[in-house]
T-cell receptor, first 113, second 113 residues
């Protein structure tokens, strides 16, 4: 089954404790991206990657890091989380030459105390 | 950078009536305009999209129109049904959706039986 898998789905952590949200896709997609969803603000792109070792900033990259060492994985790293990073995070992927449709993971709800 | 404005933020219609959601964008280089539907607690899913070389696209009860000159595009849902109740997001994308993707802030549609 074609899917994008995120882990963890739910996480409560404390300010300053480094965490990683993993994202993996099994569709051999070149393009992967991260978004955060906040009430009234919609979905905002954090980072995107057009292929292995190629990443670029979206609209709200501050406080986040990403890496793309393998085609299937695109982890989101919060080196020193702060309460304003409390949000619902979505990973998505799509393939070159395809329609442009983003395939989203199920989302990861992060709370930073 | 790109800025996408979406209106209205909430919309209530009677079952069977039509619903229209409007978006404007700022970057004339954007060339791909998808619409995503997000049901409560679920991930966003593509329902229809349009590219900049097309003015209108229809899929059963859903249609999208694009006015490149005015930089706005709209989602039209006819004969609304209770299962159409969800949050709808428009987006404007460069390079067919493989780079920057900017979403609108969302429209919560409620279809009243």
């Amino acid at each position: 089954e074609a899917q994008v898998t995120q882990n963890p789905r739910y996480l409560i952590t404390v300010t300053g404790k480094k965490l990683t949200v993993t994202c993996s896709q099994n569709m051999n997609h070149e393009y992967m991206s991260w978004y955060r969803q906040d009430p009234g603000l919609g979905l905002r792109q954090i980072y995107y990657s057009m292929n292995v070792e190629v990443t670029d900033k979206g609209d709200v990259p501050e406080g986040y890091k990403v890496s793309r060492k393998e085609k299937r994985n695109f982890p989101l790293i919060l080196e020193s989380p702060s309460p304003n990073q409390t949000s619902l995070y979505f990973c998505a992927s799509n393939g070159q030459g395809a329609t442009g449709e983003l395939f989203f993971g199920e989302g990861s709800r992060l709370t930073v105390l | 950078g790109e800025n996408v404005e979406q209106h209205p933020s909430t919309l209530s219609v009677q079952e069977g009536d039509s619903a229209v959601i409007k978006c404007t964008y700022s970057d004339s280089a954007s060339n791909y305009f998808p619409w995503y539907k997000q049901e409560l607690g679920k991930r966003p899913q593509l329902i229809i999209d349009i590219r900049s070389n097309v003015g209108e696209k229809k899929d059963q009860r859903i249609a999208v129109t694009l006015n490149k000159t005015a930089k706005h595009f709209s989602l039209h849902i006819t004969e609304t049904q209770p299962e159409d109740s969800a949050v709808y997001f428009c987006a404007a994308c460069l390079s067919g959706g493989y780079q920057k993707v900017t979403f609108g802030t969302g429209t919560k549609l409620q279809v009243i039986p």
